[in-house]
């Protein structure tokens, strides 16, 4: 979420200070639902000054505007922390369901597949693997700007993923290899693919016959948010009795990268990459081990299923996935 320090209404709740929604918010019939838009965009910038620049208002007004919106719901949404604005924990867990109601009032008024993106203004946010922007964010940018200009796209990386975030509106799309069964999501399978090695130009690997016992020899550098230092390419050695000599770790695909053009350290790399594999002029080879295959996709939150602006998202994804 977006934060700033600009100013905020007068006089905010604590954050230290417990609420929840107030008796008065229940019983009051009369609320206006045009609320939910001012509520959807604060919680989405998290700050005034984003929510009054989202809905064309100035900062003035839009201060009264969260006012309002405190006193409809009985608590204060946003409260300042250090010098920034954070959610309270009511506002966290209604804020699904403020996106979800406006998607749906969206596709009341739009009628099935009129709505016209360039004249859509949202953020839709893509949680998965950090090689996933580093390969297709460029695209999928240029067909932002050229399809739906008002459409931001942001990306989170697999860190975030500890939580439920397409049942809670965290992120509308995650791409990568998804083993999810639950029902409340769809999932979209685009290919399958197994992983490969990755080295730089005129590595010795290169030369002559690449043999199990071989590849295990080099140096290996592994891949890992969590700091882990084996994976399923390990099992498939240990069934052969070999050990891959592992010399060290990165939290990051693009970090392994430009390691491994200026070393002789052997990587790994999913076929999807190749476009940036290529670019940065490393060299991938097949494994000579049999490999579980790696199925791509993507899920989205079934309340998104009609939505024109997330069936866009989705088709730009397949699109740029299955180009390469």
Known sequence: MTQSSDPESPHPPSPDTPHSPGPDAARRPDVD???????????????????????????????RTLGRVRKALGDPVLVR????????????????????????????????????LRTVERTLTIVGQDSLAATYAPDLFARAAAEAPGVRLRFLSESHLD???????????????????????????????????????????????????????????????KGRLAGPLD???????????????????????????????????????????????????PIPLPLPPLRLAMAWHPRHDADPAHAWLRGCVRDLVRRD
Request: net charge negative; charged share 25%.
């Open 33 to 63: 639902l045009n609320l939910l838009i001012a509520l959807d965009a604060l919680l989405d910038e998290g700050s005034v000054r984003g929510a009054a620049r989202r809905l064309h208002l100035s900062e003035p007004a839009m201060s």
């Open 81 to 116: 922390a250090g010098r920034h604005m954070v959610p309270t924990p009511y506002a966290l867990a209604v804020r699904a369901e403020v996106g979800a109601v406006l998607d749906r009032a969206r596709a009341v008024f739009a009628g099935p597949g009129a709505q016209d």
């Open 163 to 225: 939580a439920p975030v397409l049942r809670e509106g965290v992120a509308d799309l995650e791409v990568g290899v998804i083993d999810t069964t639950a029902p409340e999501v769809r999932v979209e399978h685009f290919l399958e693919d197994t992983m490969m090695g990755l080295v730089r130009p005129g590595h010795p690997l290169l030369e002559g016959e690449l043999t199990p016992r071989r590849f295990a020899a080099a140096d290996h550098l592994t891949v890992s948010r």
């Open 235 to 285: 099992v498939a050695l240990a069934e052969r009795g070999l050990e891959r000599r592992v010399v060290g770790n990165v939290g990051t695909y693009p970090a392994s990268l430009f390691i491994l053009l200026r070393t002789d350290l052997v990587g790994l790399a999913t076929g999807w990459m190749r476009p940036l594999t290529d670019e940065l002029g490393l060299v991938g080879f």
